[in-house]
């Protein structure tokens, strides 16, 4: 039976657009050590049947695909014109995906757990985690990962930029930083740094 670790240290990891969060989730979880990602229970929780779908659409009215789905492309056009709309979409969905977060973590058997929350700030969540781990590379790194991604174009990515935190705010709040600026094994070699110092923290 393995080892329980009650509870497991909690490394918030978070990031600006375009920086490979998903990446380094990647190469932690080659180390067995669970990643919860706060993007996915974002989307489970307003699944069919999900009583935050239903409190979305007591709020905002129908937003509903022909197939019973959130129609997020309708409710995002929604939010984006009014903040206010936007702040009573969060008030719904942010201690939903909070509890979901603080639960899954409690579970886990492992000596320590990635939280992957890209709006670790935005959305106050700073709390919930024992310690924060940004992901960082230049603007301009950003910008050329999310355009060969995403396919948006520069005032798009900009906008998404300049609604999140900034660089300097993310440095500033925390613990530990991964430069994704540089070559795959030099990312691999930082991650591996990470996993044996948050293993010698247990």
Known sequence: MPQAFNPPLKIGLTGGIGSGKSTVCKLFSAFSIPIIDADIIAREIVAPGQAALAQIQLTFGNILLADGTLDRKKLGQIIF?????????????????????KTQAAAQLSPYVILAIPLLFETDMTDLVDRILVIDCPETLQLQRVKQRDQLDDDQIQRIIASQSSREERLGRADDIIDNSKSTAELAEQVKNLHNLYLSLI
């Open 81 to 101: 014109a009014d903040p206010a709309k936007k702040q009573c979409l969060e008030n719904i969905l942010h201690p939903l995906i909070y509890q979901r977060l």
